[in-house]
Structures are given as C-alpha cells and as structure tokens.
C-alpha cells in the first residue's frame, strides 16, 4: 500500500478501507457500510470508502458550525499552512498521481501535472490573499454620501459545502477547499463516489500541514443519497460544486437562498476559419478533444469549419490523431487512458450509434476494450445528438459551415456558454467573432485550457453561475460587509 494511504485507512481483506473525516477524527463513521473504489483500467477493487448516511452529514455540518464560531482567523498563519501544504505535497507528488491514476484510469503525465497544478495553486495564495484586504470608499463623490466614507469589508460566509466531480478528482476539489478555508470559512467537502481517494489524501495533507481540526471535514457516498442533506441543511451557507448540469440544476432548485457557486458543463466550439494555420489547427484540436479521454469541461466538443477548408482540416485531424492511442496509464508515454466507468463508455457509444443512423461519415474509428475508448472523429450534421450533447469522451464531431454568420449563430445556439476558440490568421475576425460567442471565456487560436487559473473560468447560460480562479474564487465564497462612518461637522 502507498504510504500516506496508511495514515487514513486500515486493511481489511486485504483492501485499504478509508475513513471519513468529522470533527477532527478520522474514524467517526456512523452506518459501517463501504462502497468500492475501483480501478477502471484493470477492474479491480483497490479501496473501500464509507458510504456515508444523513447522520455522518449532519454531524459533519455540525462540527464544521460550531469551529466557524469559535474560529480566530489569522490570515498569515492560513498562507504559512498553505505553503506548508505545497511543500508536503511536492514531497508526496508521485505517490499522489499513482492514487489519481488507479481511481480514473487516466495516464500518469495527466495526473503529475494535476498535481504540479495543485502545488501551484497552493502558493498564489500568496496572490489571493489581497481581495480580503477589503476597500475604502470616500463618499464626497455623490452628494448622498458626502460627509461620510465606507469600509468595505470581505468576511468568510460560514460553512461551505464542496461538492467535486471525478475528471480532475484532486485539483478541482482542492481549487475549492483553499480559497475557501483561506477567507476564513470552514468546509464540508464531498468527493466524487468514482475517485475519493486523491482528495482525501489532499486532507490528510492540510492536516499535516497543521489545518486546525474542525475547519474541513471529509464526507464520501453516495451523492444521490446525501447530496440533499448537505445542500438543504440551514447551517450550511454556500455550496461550491463542480459536475454536471442536471446534478448543478438539481442543487440550483434545492438551495434557496444560499450562495451558489455551480461549474457545470461544456460544449465548447471551435470555430476555424479558410485563413487559419491548419496543420497546427489540428494539432491544437485533437489535444483538444482528446487530452484526458475528453473528460474536460473545456473539450473541444465540435469543430464548426468553413467549407472551403473542411477536407484539408480533416485529412490534417486524422493524421494528428494518430498520436492519441489508449495505453497502460502508469506508462509515463501513454497519451490515454480509460473512460471512468461502464455507464459513460456506454453513453459515448450511443452518441456515435445516433450519428451513424443520421449518416456520419467516420475518419477514425476503432473498437473499444472494456473502458479504453480510443479517439473518434466523424463528420456530422446538426441532427446528430454530439452536435449539442456534452460528449465528455474522446469524440470530435465536425460540422461544415458556410460562413463565418453561420459558425456564430451555431456556436450560440448551445445551451451550454463555457468555452469557444476561433482560429483565424485575421485579427479583425478573431476580435469580431470573440466578441459575439455567449460563452464564458473565448480564446484565440489555442484550445480552451482553464489550467491553475489564473484567469477566471466559469459558464454562462447552462454551464454555471460564477467564476472560479485566483481572486474569483474568494469572492464567491465570501460576503461583503460595509461599515459607514458619518463625519459630524465641526460645531
Ligand atoms: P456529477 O455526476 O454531476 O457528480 C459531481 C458530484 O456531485 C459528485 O461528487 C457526485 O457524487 C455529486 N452528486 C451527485 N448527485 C448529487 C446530488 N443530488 N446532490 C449533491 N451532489 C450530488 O458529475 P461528474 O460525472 O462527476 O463530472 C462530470 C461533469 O462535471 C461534466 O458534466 C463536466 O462538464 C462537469 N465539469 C465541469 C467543470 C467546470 O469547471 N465547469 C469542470 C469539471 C467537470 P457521486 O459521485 O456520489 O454521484
Ligand atoms: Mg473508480
């Protein structure tokens, strides 16, 4: 067993059972039932998590109030943890991707870098720390305020609920719990059911780090099952979650009042135009497509290319494609991994069933082996599902356009609003058709590619409400506080 799996679970049979984390003690674990955490490249059991009940939530909940109330927020001590925190982690890196490895199924060069982000991520804190300084505002500006001025103040909401998905399973559940516990909050945080162990090991990081016991606690199970317990209950204050749009839209209508904070998912476009550089186009776009299996966001989820340079683009994917072929994921050449489970590999082949019955016409195509889904592309019409489905597998769909008006008024007529990229050698299209896409970010002539972010990413329409990164995180998980001083005129 790798070493800091020790720390937080006990072999059973021969399996590694984890524990929750609750007040401060890993062990508390009320129902005593498990479920499986399976490797999806070998199809075996590798570790067991508690299923955790409404009981294990609500004291969860509980204990991470009662902390918040108690809590003396030292912000320098919070940045010296986080740091600390980098440090351990760099220490752990390897022993970190092989767990991100065995719990996804995704190739080991992916998940170093994940963890190279989440180190990253850790020290610009150091950066972050600046939106809690708060504002002044004068007040002679407008005649209402003269005589006054305003302290404005960013104060931590409580307790913050992290829900995170299983594509990036460490960083994108870490990119919620540091912001959030550096402005002062206290978390509950939920890992996906599919791969937990990265981001409770994350945890036992923190805690090594010297993490007060009481200011994160650790809830796995089944979301299904406790997800509406966590996101109802009163004294949780703000819900931070990242996955799908049904799941996001779900939480939207349960929450009420609470601060949302919702990534959901991504259709992102790729417009490419008869003046893009189209060998490096392809490059781009089957990295694009293909990177993590396509189990991004930010996918490249369809290619919308002008007629005149359409068979030239896809002669130039097919061959770019080559370099995308499944492997064993702990070889550090392997490009691709797995698919996370059997209910997504299915859903992926019941979207390439739909375009073939509406008359897709296939560049690359090969059979799938249990969960290693090599890379498709395929030629397609806007009947086909995958023209506005999220795919979230390694397909890329390409759809022929007239015209830069049509690649536009395709683009926005999504209902997800994430990402888009245009390719195009002309400044004056690029800035054009940037300035018309719905979506959240637009990038030109690159993929989309959120990174560590330090630029803001988050969705609009029905990919999200807010945005994630460096500053933007803290804003959505803190309020503010204004405090007006009236000045009395000298008598
Ligand atoms: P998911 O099925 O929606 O699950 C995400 C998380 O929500 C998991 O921890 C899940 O727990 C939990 N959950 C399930 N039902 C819940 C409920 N009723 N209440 C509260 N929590 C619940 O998403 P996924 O399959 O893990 O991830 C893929 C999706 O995430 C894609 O749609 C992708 O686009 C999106 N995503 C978005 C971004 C972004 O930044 N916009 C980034 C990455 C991924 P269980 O695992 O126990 O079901
Ligand atoms: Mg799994």
């Given at each position: 067993?790798?070493?800091?799996?020790?720390?937080?679970?006990?072999?059973?049979?021969?399996?590694?059972?984890?524990?929750?984390?609750?007040?401060?003690?890993?062990?508390?674990?009320?129902?005593?039932?498990?479920?499986?955490?399976?490797?999806?490249?070998?199809?075996?059991?590798?570790?067991?998590?508690?299923?955790?009940?409404?009981?294990?939530?609500?004291?969860?909940?509980?204990?991470?109030?009662?902390?918040?109330?108690?809590?003396?927020?030292?912000?320098?001590?919070?940045?010296?943890?986080?740091?600390?925190?980098?440090?351990?982690?760099?220490?752990?890196?390897?022993?970190?991707?092989?767990?991100?490895?065995?719990?996804?199924?995704?190739?080991?060069?992916?998940?170093?870098?994940?963890?190279?982000?989440?180190?990253?991520?850790?020290?610009?804190?150091?950066?972050?720390?600046?939106?809690?300084?708060?504002?002044?505002?004068?007040?002679?500006?407008?005649?209402?305020?003269?005589?006054?001025?305003?302290?404005?103040?960013?104060r931590p909401l409580g307790v913050v609920a992290a829900i995170a998905p299983f594509n990036y399973p460490l960083f994108i559940g870490a990119a919620k719990i540091i912001p959030a516990l550096l402005a002062g909050n206290t978390v509950v945080v939920k890992p996906a059911s599919d791969t937990p162990l990265s981001l409770i090991l994350f945890v036992r990081i923190l805690e090594k780090a010297g993490i007060?016991?009481?200011?994160?606690?650790?809830?796995?199970?089944?979301?299904?099952?406790?997800?509406?317990?966590?996101?109802?209950?009163?004294?949780?204050?703000?819900?931070?979650?990242?996955?799908?749009?049904?799941?996001?839209?779900?939480?939207?209508?349960?929450?009420?009042?609470?601060?949302?904070?919702?990534?959901?998912?991504?259709?992102?476009?790729?417009?490419?135009?008869?003046?893009?550089?189209?060998?490096?186009?392809?490059?781009?776009?089957?990295?694009?497509?293909?990177?993590?299996?396509?189990?991004?966001?930010?996918?490249?989820?369809?290619?919308?290319?002008?007629?005149?340079?359409?068979?030239?683009?896809?002669?130039?994917?097919?061959?770019?494609?080559?370099?995308?072929?499944?492997?064993?994921?702990?070889?550090?050449?392997?490009?691709?991994?797995?698919?996370?489970?059997?209910?997504?590999?299915?859903?992926?082949?019941?979207?390439?069933?739909?375009?073939?019955?509406?008359?897709?016409?296939?560049?690359?195509?090969?059979?799938?082996?249990?969960?290693?889904?090599?890379?498709?592309?395929?030629?397609?019409?806007?009947?086909?599902?995958?023209?506005?489905?999220?795919?979230?597998?390694?397909?890329?769909?390409?759809?022929?356009?007239?015209?830069?008006?049509?690649?536009?008024?395709?683009?926005?007529?999504?209902?997800?609003?994430?990402?888009?990229?245009?390719?195009?050698?002309?400044?004056d299209r690029a800035f054009r058709v940037a300035e018309k896409l719905h979506d959240g970010s637009i990038t030109i002539n690159s993929i989309p590619a959120h990174g560590v972010g330090h630029f803001p990413f988050g969705g609009n329409k029905r990919s999200g409400i807010g945005r994630e990164g460096i500053k933007y995180s803290i804003d959505e998980l803190t309020e503010l506080h204004t405090i007006i001083?009236?000045?009395?005129?000298?008598?």
């Amino acid at each position: 067993m790798l070493s800091l799996w020790n720390e937080v679970s006990q072999k059973q049979n021969d399996i590694p059972h984890f524990h929750l984390l609750i007040d401060g003690c890993w062990k508390c674990l009320s129902s005593g039932e498990y479920q499986d955490v399976i490797n999806p490249a070998t199809g075996e059991v590798i570790a067991r998590v508690p299923l955790a009940n409404q009981q294990d939530v609500e004291n969860a909940i509980t204990a991470a109030y009662r902390f918040f109330q108690t809590l003396v927020f030292d912000p320098l001590e919070r940045i010296e943890i986080m740091l600390r925190a980098s440090d351990i982690l760099k220490n752990y890196q390897e022993e970190m991707a092989k767990t991100i490895v065995l719990e996804s199924g995704k190739p080991i060069s992916i998940a170093l870098s994940e963890v190279d982000a989440t180190i990253e991520r850790l020290h610009l804190v150091l950066e972050e720390v600046r939106v809690l300084y708060g504002e002044y505002l004068p007040g002679e500006w407008v005649k209402d305020t003269r005589g006054k001025f305003a302290i404005v103040k960013r104060r931590p909401l409580g307790v913050v609920a992290a829900i995170a998905p299983f594509n990036y399973p460490l960083f994108i559940g870490a990119a919620k719990i540091i912001p959030a516990l550096l402005a002062g909050n206290t978390v509950v945080v939920k890992p996906a059911s599919d791969t937990p162990l990265s981001l409770i090991l994350f945890v036992r990081i923190l805690e090594k780090a010297g993490i007060p016991a009481g200011s994160i606690h650790v809830i796995t199970g089944s979301g299904k099952e406790i997800g509406d317990t966590l996101v109802t209950h009163s004294l949780v204050r703000a819900i931070s979650f990242t996955g799908s749009t049904a799941v996001g839209e779900h939480i939207a209508r349960l929450a009420g009042m609470k601060r949302l904070h919702l990534e959901l998912g991504g259709k992102a476009a790729a417009l490419v135009f008869k003046d893009a550089d189209i060998r490096t186009t392809a490059a781009l776009l089957c990295k694009g497509a293909f990177r993590n299996s396509g189990q991004r966001c930010d996918a490249v989820s369809r290619v919308l290319v002008e007629e005149k340079v359409a068979d030239t683009l896809l002669e130039a994917l097919r061959e770019e494609s080559q370099h995308y072929f499944c492997g064993d994921p702990m070889d550090p050449k392997t490009p691709m991994g797995t698919v996370i489970n059997e209910g997504a590999a299915k859903r992926l082949d019941a979207l390439l069933e739909d375009a073939k019955n509406h008359g897709a016409s296939f560049l690359a195509e090969k059979k799938r082996t249990g969960l290693f889904y090599p890379p498709h592309i395929l030629e397609i019409n806007t009947e086909c599902r995958l023209a506005w489905e999220e795919i979230f597998g390694p397909i890329l769909p390409v759809i022929r356009v007239k015209n830069e008006k049509e690649a536009i008024e395709l683009a926005n007529q999504s209902e997800y609003g994430l990402d888009s990229c245009v390719f195009t050698q002309d400044i004056d299209r690029a800035f054009r058709v940037a300035e018309k896409l719905h979506d959240g970010s637009i990038t030109i002539n690159s993929i989309p590619a959120h990174g560590v972010g330090h630029f803001p990413f988050g969705g609009n329409k029905r990919s999200g409400i807010g945005r994630e990164g460096i500053k933007y995180s803290i804003d959505e998980l803190t309020e503010l506080h204004t405090i007006i001083v009236s000045l009395k005129e000298e008598k």
